[in-house]
Structure formats: C-alpha cells, structure tokens
C-alpha cells in the first residue's frame, strides 16, 4: 500500500510538474527555439490567474505565475493572487 501511494504522489507531482510546458515539450521561460523568442510560451492552455477546479471548502485552484506549480498553496488564489 505505501508503494502504491509513494508512486501515486509521484505520478500528480510529474503530471503537475508538467503543466506548464509548451507544444514543444518545453517548460515555460525555457529555451524553446520553435517559439517565438526563443523561449517556450508555456501552456496556451493555462494562463496565470485562470481558475481550473476548487478544493474541498470551495476555494478556487488558478493557475498560479509561471514558476510556481509546485505548491498547493500557490494554486489556491483567486485572479493570480495568493489566498493562503
């Protein structure tokens, strides 16, 4: 069971960790050649700011600034600012 978990965290921390890339695999504020600048221009999908789901008390999840997936407590905010 605790291998199943630890791989389980593993799993959301990858697929978290990922979002911010661009259509070129590339994460964003990373060189990117095949984007415009040279540097890739994130998720065209998920911009900061941008509410993506709530958690279990109704707090919004938004997108958080370019940098910052990592942690919950940056995903909770409204408009791209933390609520903590």
Known sequence: MDDEYERLKTEAY???????RCVH????LDSC?????????GNPH????QVVGYDYTGRPYAVPVVGELR?????LSTGGVVTK
């Open 33 to 41: 050649f095949n984007c415009p600048g040279g540097h890739s221009a």
């Open 71 to 75: 942690r919950r407590a940056d995903w």
């Open 46 to 49: 998920l911009k900061p700011g």
């Open 14 to 20: 990858k697929l978290l960790s990922d979002l911010d």
């Open 25 to 28: 695999g590339r994460h964003a």
